[in-house]
Each structure stands twice: as structure tokens, then as C-alpha cells.
């Protein structure tokens, strides 16, 4: 037993009432150290309170610390978190997977190369980060305008193709563009092992930016994640609009990721058993040591992919670093070689399930329920109110008070029902119910899939239309 006790006249000792109520198996668990940083809590499973002080410090964000406001929205995804991470971290596919010309600054082209590009060990080897700093401006897009202008040229006249191909030779081999066509603002990106990376633009004499892209991917499975995202800013959006963004902005490019990873889960288990076999390691065993975990290096990233642009500098760096690093990853071998056994790999995901925005954000995120909530309320209310609005135009007459329908009104409400019901006023009135009737479904439906191939197709001609020359 215990007792408690107050301060002040009215305070009285209680005696804690003793239960012999049995604690149910499923309270028990163990305990993990936990800590809350900027708004989110970061659990420690891997040891006690000793080894989680000594681990590196989760990653912040600096400019919250300063003052910027934070939007945050998230969603489970069917998709491995360290190809989810991959392909955040390229600025080249936005793009093209995106059709959003702003990740253009933080792409490099041969002409303008990265200015910083820094890989290191931090925290004594406990840690991985990835810096790089470019300068903010077009590199990609300004290929493709030359090549445009260029493909009229020749269309037009084909004398000029010779001229104009000495001149592309001319300004490839000057290296770099004139510092009169350098941007007022780095575009810098920063990974910080393993699960987040951010991305801003800075001013390059003051350092200050406006606005923060930020992700964290927490692993929850082999082959499935949770997508944390936001910005930070000096206002807040509403959550309702950053997930109507952000729901639209992830179908666009998840489906083809998803389809990607089976054929990379498949080929990194292959090899995992190779190697296993090779130093005579059972993945059945629980015992393994992190020193022989350590020793499951691979190679299966970096032999497929083929990555040429100037851009594929940090995509190579990652792909790496998850070669090196995956094997460590808790139960990750126990489970990926299971699945594969199962032939999990082998079935292609329907687009519907791996896009699908009810079971992934909506049923998890009471936000997201309330804003579907409401959108029902609004159609309700607005079919109501337009057929109650027809009934009493239909009924009103000038001797209202005799008719049956409007006889339980009151004289006052029915002063002010008769201006309401005529034919301009109804006719206004009941357009704008339907259209806000007509707005709240469709905002109900961006909870629901929606991201069909056919949408997928319209998107992709946008890329020669706004991105990309097709020639």
C-alpha cells in the first residue's frame, strides 16, 4: 500500500485501494528506453538503458529548434524502407517520376557538378551520413530547353545542324557555366543513416532557408515501412491539405518500386545464402555475433544497377552502404530469406493493394478519419437542406400558413423562408449546396485508391510536354 498527500486546508492522505485483479498476459512486455525529439518518440530495442546513452542521438532538425513550424503527415507503405530511402534521396527522378521541375536544382549535370559531396562514419563508427550542396539552379531542364531550340532550328533549317553541334561541343567541354549564371541559393541534401534525409535551399551568403523537406522511414518489416514526411516553414499547413499533396505526389512512383523489390529481395537473399553457406553460418541461428553479421558484405545493389549520371554519385554511395550494412539489420535475414522461400517474390503486387490509401493512412490516422467524417456530414447536410429548399418552393404559396407541408413553421421562420424560395435565390442556394456537396465527396475520395494506370499514362505525357524533349 501507499498514501498520498496534499498541501493547503483541504488536504487529506488517501490510502491506494489493493486489487488482487490478475495483470493480463498481454500487459506484459519489456522495457525499451525511449526519448521524445521535436515532437516524436524514438524506442531503443536494441539493449538496455547503458547501450541506448551510448548510441547516437536521433537526427534533428535545427531549424525547428529555431522556430519554423512543422507539417507532418505519414503512411505505411508495401515497400522495402531502404529502396523507399534510395528513392527519395535522388533528385534525378523527380523529374521524371514526379513531373515537379523543382528537384531540377538539386540534381548535377556534367556542367554543374557538385560543389560539396561528403561521406562519413559519425558518432565513432556508429553512425553514416551523406552531405552534398549544389547550386540551386536548372541543369537538366536547361539541356532541354538547348535541345529543343536546337531540334527547331533543324526542323526549320537543316544547314544550321553542323553549326549547332560544334557549339554543344564548345560548351561541354568549358567543365562549368559562367558565375554569372550561379543561383543565389545552395540546394543541399543530408542523409543521416539509416532512416531520414532532408533536403532545403540556402541562401548562400546568410545560410537561412524557408523551407525543409524532411522524411523518416521506419523499417516494420521486411519489404514494408512507415513513410514519415513534412516541411518545416514559418507556417503551418492544414493536415487535411499536406496529406491531399502528399497522397497524390507518393502514388505516383510507389507502384513501380514496389514491383522493383522482389526482384531486389530475391537477389539479396540469393546471395545471403551464398555467403552464409561460404563462412558456414546457419540463418537459423539466433546466436549469430554482430562481428559475423558484420562479414555479410554484398554486392548485390551495386551489381544491379547502372547509374552514369552526375547525379548517381549518392545513389551509388547508398546502394553501397546497404550492401555493407543490411545484414546487420535486426531479424532482416531470418525474415527475407522466409519470404523468399514462400515465394512471396515470385507474385506481382496488384496496383490496388500496394496504392491503396484506406488501409495504408485512413484507417490509422484519426486526422485523416476526420476528414472524411466531415465531407460526409457536408454532403448529408447539403442534400438536405437543397431538398428541403424544392419542398418549399414547391409548397409556398401566398396563403403559406394554410399548407400542410410549411404549417408547423413558425411565423417568423417562414418570414424568413419566403425570400429564400424564389426562383433566383433558390436557384443559388441550391447550386452551392451541390457544389460543396460535390467538393467533400471528391475530397472523401483522395482517402481512398485512386491512382489508376490510366492516370499513370496521362502523367507520363507530361514529361515530353513540360521535362523532357522527345526526339
Known amino acids: ?76 507503405m508495401p515497400v522495402d524502407w531502404p529502396i523507399v530511402l534510395s528513392n527519395i534521396s535522388d533528385p534525378d527522378h523527380g523529374l521524371f517520376a514526379h513531373q515537379n521541375k523543382n528537384f531540377d536544382m538539386y540534381a548535377a549535370s556534367i556542367d554543374t557538378p557538385f560543389e560539396k559531396f561528403v561521406v562519413e562514419e559519425t558518432h565513432g563508427g556508429k553512425g553514416w551520413s551523406l552531405k552534398a550542396k549544389i547550386d540551386a539552379k536548372d541543369k537538366i531542364i536547361e539541356i532541354d530547353q538547348s535541345l529543343r531550340g536546337e531540334l527547331k532550328l533543324k526542323l526549320d533549317d537543316p544547314k544550321v545542324q553542323k553549326k549547332n553541334d560544334k ?44 523551407f525543409v523537406s524532411f522524411f523518416y522511414v521506419c523499417p516494420v518489416g521486411v519489404g514494408r515501412c512507415r513513410l514519415l514526411a513534412g516541411g518545416a516553414s514559418n507556417m503551418q499547413t492544414p493536415r487535411w491539405l499536406s496529406y491531399l499533396m502528399f497522397n497524390n505526389f507518393i502514388d ?38 554482430m562481428e559475423q553479421l558484420k562479414s555479410l558484405r554484398m554486392r548485390t545493389r551495386r551489381k544491379s544497377f547502372v547509374l552514369p549520371s552526375p547525379t548517381d554519385r549518392i545513389g551509388a554511395k ?29 507474385q506481382k503486387p496488384s496496383r490496388e493493394m500496394v496504392l491503396d490509401r484506406k488501409s495504408q493512412n485512413l484507417d490509422l490516422c484519426k486526422d485523416s478519419q476526420d476528414v472524411v467524417r466531415n465531407c460526409r456530414r457536408v454532403q448529408k447536410s447539403a442534400k438536405v437542406l437543397a431538398a428541403v429548399l424544392v419542398l418549399a418552393k414547391v409548397t409556398f404559396t401566398s396563403s403559406a400558413r394554410s399548407s400542410p407541408a410549411l404549417a408547423f413553421l413558425p411565423s417568423a421562420a417562414l418570414s424568413m423562408l419566403r425570400p429564400m424560395v424564389k426562383t433566383s435565390s433558390l436557384v443559388s442556394m441550391c447550386s452551392f449546396l451541390l457544389a460543396a456537396s460535390y467538393l467533400a465527396g471528391k475530397l472523401e475520395k483522395e482517402f481512398y485508391f485512386k491512382y489508376t494506370d490510366d492516370m499513370r499514362k496521362r502523367d507520363m505525357k507530361n514529361i515530353p510536354k513540360n521535362i523532357w524533349v522527345d526526339r
Open 318 to 346: 547508398l546502394e553501397q552502404f546497404w550492401d555493407e550494412t543490411l545484414a546487420r539489420s535486426p531479424n532482416r535475414i531470418k525474415y527475407l530469406l522466409r519470404l523468399d522461400e514462400s515465394g512471396v517474390f515470385l
Open 167 to 210: 557549339k554543344k561541343k564548345q560548351r561541354t567541354s568549358k567543365g562549368k557555366k559562367s558565375k554569372s549564371n550561379d543561383s543565389p541559393l545552395w540546394a543541399t541534401m543530408h542523409y543521416h543513416g539509416p532512416t531520414s534525409y532532408k533536403m532545403k535551399r540556402v541562401d548562400k551568403e546568410t545560410g537561412e532557408t524557408k
Open 1 to 76: 500500500s501507499g498514501s498520498g498527500s496534499g498541501s493547503g486546508k483541504n488536504a487529506k492522505n488517501h490510502q491506494i485501494e489493493q486489487t488482487s485483479a490478475t495483470i493480463p498476459s498481454r500487459a506484459c512486455g519489456t522495457a525499451v528506453p525511449a526519448q521524445i525529439s521535436q515532437g516524436m518518440v524514438w524506442l531503443f530495442p536494441g539493449g538496455g538503458l547503458e547501450k541506448a546513452l551510448a548510441a547516437p542521438p536521433p537526427p534533428t532538425l535545427p531549424e525547428v529548434e529555431a522556430g519554423m513550424k512543422t507539417s507532418t503527415v505519414f503512411r505505411d
Open 252 to 289: 505516383q512512383d510507389t507502384y513501380l518500386l514496389a514491383t522493383q523489390q522482389h526482384n531486389i529481395l530475391s537477389k539479396e537473399a540469393d546471395e545471403l545464402r551464398a555467403l552464409m553457406k561460404e563462412k558456414g553460418m546457419d540463418h537459423r541461428d539466433d546466436d549469430l555475433t
